[in-house]
């Protein structure tokens, strides 16, 4: 049974393994086996022990592949779940708990040298747009939106639904105005093309919370407590939550004066 059980599990992690550790732990198999073949062509082998050795093997080989295929089919089960549990089912962005989470944890992270742009994205004046076309026009333009962002915006980024036609997007280790203005240029567009292949009027407008690093001056005090190097203070001091309210105040503002645009604040980090 442990000479089956060996060749099983090598069979499933060959992958895994080395191939000097997988031909040296074939051996443990091979070798049995040609010395088992060897006495029975020598010495004869009885003929009803033969059958229940290899039935007992085959029954134990078999359970064991149907204890690996139940293992495997509960994992993917559970990997669905915790899947749908954290992503949104009509766009496949994270949802609103989820994002949260992962955005505070990068918050919490910060340090005076990082940077980071928290932008809420938000489809103007959504509810003509269901009451004129239809909420199912309305549910794709909610998926293309959801789309172009996470076409435009780096794997590493963090892209979420907040709720309804809003989104939240978390830009990490920049603060670059030029990213800003080209990534919501290429945004714009693609939305505007979008929009007028279909025949209607849709825009975004978006607010941006800006959290640039703090430059060490050359006279910086090293009298602080510090952990960086040369005396540098390494604490981030970022709120989240106060980001997120400025981003949002940045959103209002643009929903209230230049809908379709982006409009930006500046984090104070002192």
């Known amino acids: 049974m442990g000479i089956a059980l060996c060749l099983f599990m090598l069979i ?3 992958k895994n393994l080395e191939r000097i550790t997988f ?3 074939m051996s443990f198999f091979v070798l049995p086996v040609l010395a088992t073949i060897y ?34 089919s509960q994992q993917a089960a559970y990997e669905k779940a915790r899947y749908e549990a954290e992503h949104d089912g009509m766009t496949g962005l ?34 003509i747009i269901n009451d004129t076309y239809g909420h199912t026009v309305g549910d794709f333009w909610i998926r293309e939106v959801a ?10 980024d963090i892209i979420c639904r907040y709720g309804g036609d809003e989104f939240i997007v978390l830009i990490r280790n920049t603060a670059s105005e030029q990213v ?45 407590n510090t952990d960086g190097e040369n005396g540098e203070d390494t604490r981030g001091g970022v709120d989240f939550g106060q980001c997120v309210k400025q981003a949002d105040l940045a ?17 104070d980090r002192s």
């Open 94 to 127: 994270l949802n609103k708990k989820a994002g949260w989470k992962h955005m505070r944890k990068y918050f919490d992270r910060m340090d005076s040298h990082d940077e980071a742009m928290l932008m809420f994205v938000d489809i103007d004046d959504f509810k």
């Open 39 to 72: 006495q029975a062509l020598a010495y004869g082998f009885s003929l009803q022990c033969l059958a229940i050795a290899i039935s007992t093997q085959i029954m134990f080989v078999m359970d064991t592949v149907e204890m690996n295929m139940r293992f495997y």
């Open 251 to 267: 959103l209002y503002e643009t929903k209230r004066f230049n809908k379709g645009t982006f409009n930006v604040y500046n984090y």
């Open 12 to 14: 499933s992690y060959r």
């Open 147 to 156: 789309s172009q962002l996470r076409h435009i915006y780096r794997q590493d």
């Open 23 to 25: 031909f040296s732990m």
């Open 180 to 224: 800003l203005e080209t990534t919501l240029g290429m945004f714009f567009q693609q939305l505007t093309r979008a929009s007028e292949q279909r025949g209607q009027d849709v825009h975004c407008s978006v607010g941006v919370c800006r959290v640039a690093a703090i430059r060490i001056s050359g006279n910086r005090d090293t009298s602080r």
